[in-house]
Nanobody, 122 residues
């Protein structure tokens, strides 16, 4: 079992920044990812990171504004989001994978956090 607890969401003005955190506990994971889901929309891939070597992946449309990182000692993954836009408003979910996985596919992840709301106001 893996428990994931997200934090760092909130209300921010357009152009601002937020850093989301996801603290993991339990068994060792192979990778962690962030997804987001806007009301009435499907859950979409945002970013992912390999736990072993720190390799990162990003959604093409978001990569210029995001940085995903991990702190192995704290078992925590972070998502730094800059230059936020209205369309970034969504619930952001942290996910963890055990073993091999497809980084951008939500169904490939084994555990999910409860989500944290990010609201961008213009």
């Amino acid at each position: 079992q893996v428990q994931l607890v997200e934090s760092g969401g909130g209300l921010v003005q357009a152009g601002g920044s937020l850093r989301l955190s996801c603290a993991a506990s339990g068994r060792t994971v192979s990778g962690m990812g962030w997804f987001r889901q806007a009301p009435g929309k499907e859950r979409l891939f945002v970013a992912a990171i390999s736990w072993a070597d720190g390799r990162t992946w990003y959604a093409d449309s978001l990569k210029d504004r995001l940085t995903i990182s991990r702190d192995i000692a704290k078992n925590t993954v972070y998502l730094q989001m800059n230059s936020l836009k209205d369309e970034d408003t969504a619930v952001y979910y942290c996910a963890a994978a055990i073993g091999r996985y497809s980084v951008a596919r939500a169904s490939a992840y084994d555990y999910w956090g409860q989500g944290t709301q990010v609201t961008v106001s213009s």
